[in-house]
């Protein structure tokens, strides 16, 4: 589909949505995120969960298995605010847009489609 860059300011405004939506659904995927994450938090395993005849083998797989846990929760937070940042520099990029650059509008459309 063709973008005709010498008419109203359609393309312009496709622009400024496309950035939105994307937005939104950085913040979307920020929201899913910071639920697992809390969820997981509360999970737990009892002291046996690793047994497997040898106390001490136990004790290192447990040790490990925490360590493992502790970086995906730490890996989810960290996810979170990102997938914040990239929202809110979507919406930044859609209000700092020149809607007088039809070059720019016609190539984001061609990349993104034609949302109509």
Known sequence: MGC?????????RLVRDAFAVEAKKWDEL??????LRSLGATL????????????????LLGEVYEGIFRLIITLMADAETEFHELGRALLVARDLYDGT???????FIKIYGSRQ
């Open 4 to 12: 005709d860059v010498a008419g109203d300011d359609k393309e312009i």
């Open 30 to 35: 920020a929201a899913e995120i910071a639920s």
């Open 44 to 59: 737990e395993l009892e002291p046996l969960a690793f047994f497997c005849g040898n106390p001490l083998t136990a004790k």
């Open 101 to 107: 650059d039809r070059t720019s509008a016609s190539a």
